[in-house]
């Protein structure tokens, strides 16, 4: 069990400095929070506009193909996914 504690903690005896809460563990963990709280409102932005757009469509306000906005959509929340993934690992 030490030697599984030691390797948790980066290889260090114990007391282990990465075991507590620093500054900088806490600046990173606050910068991801606010990294997917700006993905999660960009995809959401994306999203709404995609379905003004079906919606003014529907009304005949414009004229686009059904298919664009839903591609857009799609697109958003897919490139949210893969940013999500790359930087933080499968969180799902």
Not at 53 to 68: D, E, H, K
Request: hydrophobic share 55%; with cysteine.
């Amino acid at each position: 069990m030490p030697r599984i504690a030691r390797a948790i903690n980066g290889g260090t005896e114990y007391p282990w400095p990465e075991a507590g809460i620093t500054q900088e563990k806490l600046a990173r963990h606050i910068g991801g929070v606010a990294v997917l709280s700006i993905l999660r409102l960009l995809v959401g932005a994306i999203v709404v506009a995609c379905l003004v757009v079906l919606g003014l469509r529907l009304f005949g306000v414009i004229s686009v193909p059904v298919m664009v906005p839903l591609f857009v959509a799609l697109f958003g929340i897919g490139l949210y996914r893969t940013i999500r993934s790359w930087r933080f690992g499968d969180i799902s």
